[in-house]
C-alpha cells in the first residue's frame, strides 16, 4: 500500500492502493471524462442566460434561471414575472416561456445524467481499487456528506435543488 502525505488540519497520511498501469490509466480516463461532462454542463447553464435574453428581452443572472429549471411551469413564470419590467408579461408569453424552460431543462438533465454516469463510475473504480466489501460500499453510500458530487447531481436531476425558489 503507497502513502500519500497530505499537510490538511485533519489528515496526515492516507493509504492509496498500488495499481496496476492500466487501472491508473482507466482513474485518468474516468476524471477526464468527469471534468469534460462536467465542463460542458457549466458551459450549457453559462449560455441559458444568453439563449432566455435574446428570446424575451428580460434581464435575468445565470445563477437564477438556472436554478428556476427544476420549478413547475406556472413557478417559473411567476418568478420570470418578477423580472420583468412590465407585469404580466409571463401571461403574455405563458406557452413561449413554458416552452422554452421545457426544452432547456430537458437539456440540462441530460448533460447532469452523463456527468452522473461519469462520477459513479468513477466512484465504483475507486471502491474496487481500495478492495470494499458490500457492507463497506453500502456504509460508504450511507454516510456521503450533503455536498459530496454524487449528491448534488442526484439532488439536480431530480430538481430537488432548488427550494430557496420554491414558494
Known amino acids: 500500500m503507497l502513502q500519500y502525505l497530505w499537510n490538511g488540519p485533519y489528515t496526515s497520511v492516507f493509504p ?3 495499481t496496476s498501469n492500466s487501472e491508473s490509466g482507466r482513474v485518468a480516463e474516468l476524471v477526464v471524462g468527469v471534468t469534460e461532462a462536467a465542463e460542458e454542463c457549466r458551459e450549457f447553464e453559462r449560455g441559458i442566460a444568453d439563449e432566455f435574453q435574446s428570446q424575451f428581452d428580460v434581464p435575468t443572472s445565470d ?35 413554458e416552452g ?49 458530487p454524487l449528491r448534488v447531481l442526484e439532488a439536480r436531476v431530480a430538481g430537488v435543488a432548488h427550494s430557496k425558489y420554491d414558494d
Do not use: M, N
Open 63 to 97: 445563477g437564477q434561471l438556472v436554478e428556476w429549471l427544476s420549478l413547475t411551469d406556472d413557478k417559473f413564470c411567476r418568478h420570470i414575472d418578477g423580472l420583468a419590467d412590465a407585469k404580466g408579461f409571463a401571461a403574455k408569453a405563458k406557452p413561449q416561456l
Open 100 to 148: 422554452f424552460r421545457r426544452e432547456t431543462r430537458s437539456r440540462q438533465i441530460k448533460l447532469l445524467q452523463k456527468q452522473l454516469a461519469w462520477e459513479r463510475e468513477l466512484s465504483d473504480c475507486v471502491e474496487q481499487l481500495y478492495g470494499l466489501s458490500e457492507v463497506e460500499r453500502r456504509l460508504l453510500s450511507e454516510t456521503l456528506p450533503p455536498r459530496d
Open 16 to 18: 492509496l492502493p498500488e
